[in-house]
């Protein structure tokens, strides 16, 4: 099992940036997708949630109206599109997956760094 995020980096606030994970070894289509994220000091937090088909969508209340979570389930991909982006975004951003036909099992993948800073 693997997933892989990339699409992180250095960015001033109000910029964007566009997240990806790259997923393998497992079923993607029946998995619900999570995009998390942990800053300095903090707990780990949920950003944003999809569904297997992508028909419900879910935002932490921080990010509602400026992230946008995405799925493309013949490509094995999940995204994350980020815009107005403020310094408290910064974080490392994971990628998480929930089978469905594996009650109890999680997978992450290993993070990527995104920094908001003039």
């Known amino acids: 099992v693997q997933l892989v995020e990339s699409g992180g980096g250095l960015v001033q606030p109000g910029g964007s940036l566009r997240l990806s994970c790259a997923a393998s070894?497992?079923?993607?289509?029946?998995?619900?997708m999570r995009w998390y994220r942990q800053a300095p000091g903090k707990e780990r937090e949920l950003v944003a949630a999809i569904s297997v088909a992508g028909l419900s969508v879910n935002y932490a209340d921080s990010v509602k109206g400026r992230f946008t979570i995405s799925r493309d389930n013949a490509k094995n991909m999940l995204y994350l599109q980020m815009n107005g982006l403020k310094a408290e975004d910064t974080a490392v951003y994971y990628c998480?997956?929930?089978?469905?036909?594996?009650?109890?099992?999680?997978?992450w993948g290993q993070g990527t760094q995104v920094t908001v800073s003039s």
């Open positions: 070894g497992f079923t993607f289509s029946r998995s619900n």
């Open positions: 998480n997956a929930v089978p469905q036909y594996i009650p109890g099992v999680k997978y």
